[in-house]
């Protein structure tokens, strides 16, 4: 009763965001200011065309192999520096560094200094590396010592530790790590292919053809787009680790 | 028997523990009592291998099961009950032998139905009913209890302590108990060691002149020790 209630207030939000947007779009060129309308139409045209398929096909595994490049070593370097306080300290450091810096320059140094092709995927490494480092890396730091020493007590198998301790205490750290890194790859893939325009058929291509033609609701419809993409994902984490907890 | 030998222990500089000499004999209950923060649980700690003595020597705790009763029940939040009684059987055995061993034991402890529930979805005492479960599902050697009934309130402390004492006559574990409450270690110990306050030193050693089977708190010859060792140790 209560989510249902819930929801109902999420559709009126919803709908009271798509009112205001379409009164304030009145009376102004869509030039300037798109309504919700025109933006639709611009979606369905978007969707039509050819190049709608291969350009979300493109964005979505470029966010996946970085995505999956930074992953891993941000696992293996995590479990390092669980142990090895000197590599915690130096990746601090490294990660702080990284993140410090404004995303555009990575993007300008990157595409100054690397191999075209690879740049929004180097690109997009170097911004979800340290969100997923830190997640992971903090995790393993914050496993409950008591536990740990229940463990010993009991004589657990370091397998079993891992398994029973360590694995179900990270997951929440991967679950949240995951889902930041990811909303931000999709962000800064975007705005990489952007400025890395040369496979067209890309999600950044395509915004920065309709920035050429002035196309508003064109850049609209892409970027609504982008957030329905980041949101199944999103979503598609949350439902693979719940599912993993029921099983437990 | 477990023998701990010249104990020493500091920390930053301060002396917890001088020279502690205990022996504790095979399936006895031994109780350390002490005012709070003295080292008894820093003690225990060091028993179980916990931490390291700063000097001094531990003798019969090596190759032994041991069992640890914690202030808290330290269980896994993410497994149901009967999982965490699972987690502690040896990998060898056939997890059908290791269900019903499991399924038994949380019927022992009053917590059948609940097999499948998960610690957050049960109340405190019964947390502390699932983890005395898991000390004893093992058979156990040496038993550590670090004031396991002390967040309990009184109504839950007397039927922990029952529960306890029908676990522990059927194996008869060696057991170290670490408790502020002189009730509670004259309910249950075959000795007890009494300790000053820091730096720790034992200042009496009592044997408990009632057996397990006669103890109980309407005993009148144990009511008159508990008021003795509180008017002469404690206070």
Redesign the interface.
């Known amino acids: 009763m209560k989510k249902n209630v819930h929801n109902i207030l999420i559709v009126v939000f919803i709908a009271a965001l798509i009112l205001i947007w379409h009164v304030l779009s009145l009376g102004r060129k869509s030039l300037i200011f798109p309504s919700p309308y025109e933006v639709l139409v611009s979606l369905y045209s978007v969707i039509k065309s050819q190049s709608f398929v291969p350009s979300v096909i493109n964005t979505v595994g470029s966010v996946f192999l970085s995505f999956a490049a930074a992953f891993i070593p941000a696992l293996i370097l995590g479990i390092i520096s669980r142990f090895i306080t000197f590599i915690y300290r130096i990746m601090e450091m490294v990660t702080g560094f990284i993140r410090a810096i404004p995303t555009v320059a990575i993007i300008l140094m990157a595409l100054l200094l690397l191999p075209v092709s690879y740049t929004p995927v180097i690109i997009c490494y170097f911004v979800v590396f340290p969100v997923l480092y830190t997640n992971i890396s903090e995790g393993l730091r914050n496993v409950d010592e008591?536990?740990l020493?229940?463990a010993?007590?009991?004589?657990?198998?370091n397998s079993?530790i891992i398994s029973?301790?360590y694995i179900?205490s990270l997951k929440s750290y991967i679950i949240a790590g995951s889902r930041s890194a990811l909303g931000l790859n999709f962000k800064v893939m975007v705005t990489a292919e952007v400025f890395n325009f040369i496979n067209h058929n890309t999600i950044g291509a395509q915004m920065y053809m309709r920035k050429i033609q002035i196309d508003l609701a064109g850049i609209m419809a892409w970027a609504l787009i982008v957030v329905v993409i980041s949101a199944v994902f999103d979503l598609l984490i949350k439902m693979l680790f719940r599912e993993k907890?029921r099983n437990? | 028997m477990i023998r701990l030998t010249n104990i020493k222990k500091s920390f930053n500089n301060t002396v917890v523990l001088d020279n502690i000499d205990m022996q504790f004999e095979k399936g006895t209950i031994t109780a350390i009592l002490g005012p709070s923060g003295c080292g008894k649980t820093t003690l225990l700690r060091i028993a179980?291998?916990?931490i390291k003595a700063d000097s001094g020597e531990i003798t019969g705790v090596d190759g032994r099961n041991?069992?640890?009763l914690?202030q808290?029940p330290?269980l896994?939040p993410?497994?149901n009950a009967w999982?965490n009684l699972e987690?502690?059987l040896p990998?060898a055995l056939d997890i059908r032998i290791k269900r019903k061993m499991c399924f038994e034991m949380l019927e022992l402890v009053g917590l059948k139905g609940y097999e499948n529930h998960m610690p957050s979805e049960l109340s405190g005492g019964m947390c502390q009913r699932l983890a005395m479960a898991?000390a004893f599902i093992?058979q156990t050697d040496i038993l550590l209890m670090d004031e396991p009934f002390q967040s309990l309130d009184l109504k839950r402390r007397g039927q922990m302590i029952e529960l306890f004492r029908l676990l522990w006559v059927k194996q008869r574990p060696l057991v170290i108990m670490v408790t502020h409450d002189v009730q509670e270690a004259l309910l249950l110990s075959d000795k007890i060691y009494i300790l000053s306050d820091k730096p720790t030193g034992i200042i009496k050693e009592i044997y408990n002149p009632m057996s397990f089977e006669e103890r109980s708190v309407k005993n009148e010859r144990l009511y008159e020790l508990e008021k003795e060792i509180i008017s002469n140790y404690i206070i």
């Open positions: 008591k536990l020493e229940m010993r007590i009991y004589k657990f198998s079993k029973s301790i179900p907890v437990d | 179980a291998g916990l041991l069992s640890f914690f808290e330290r896994l993410w497994k999982k987690i502690v990998d898991r093992i």
